[in-house]
């Protein structure tokens, strides 16, 4: 992931460098800006809690970290499934929780 990320800024600063375009440099910044938010998402993949300082986010005693998405509408249950699997799972786990910054479409209202 570190490379992708990697590439994806490169890629990045490729278009911005060859853009004589406000408007490009502007969606630039933005991306750029979206990218850096990955990034930080990434780095929190596999973080014990109380870990820290480099390499905190690297595989643990030789197992790697896995990432579970648990996703659905409201009511669906799942604060229910993520109860579950925290109470039940012997591996250490850590919660992260998101939510969109981006308006709701107008379709939703």
């Known amino acids: 992931m570190d490379f992708l990320i990697q590439e994806l800024v490169r890629e990045t600063n490729t278009i911005g460098s060859k853009a004589n375009d406000a408007?490009?440099?502007?969606?630039?910044?933005?991306?750029?800006t979206c990218i850096e938010r990955l990034r930080e998402m990434v780095q929190n993949i596999g973080v014990s809690p109380g870990a820290s300082g480099v390499g905190a986010n690297q595989s643990n005693g030789g197992m790697m970290a896995?990432?579970?998405?648990?996703?659905?509408?409201?009511g669906a249950g799942k604060s229910t499934v993520v109860r579950e699997i925290l109470s039940t799972c012997r591996q250490p786990i850590c919660l992260s929780v998101s939510a969109t910054t981006r308006p709701s479409p107008p379709w939703r209202n």
């Not at 896995?66 to 409201?74: A, Q, T």
């Open 23 to 32: 408007g490009i440099a502007g969606q630039v910044v933005e991306i750029k």
């Open 66 to 74: 896995k990432l579970i998405v648990i996703s659905g509408p409201s």
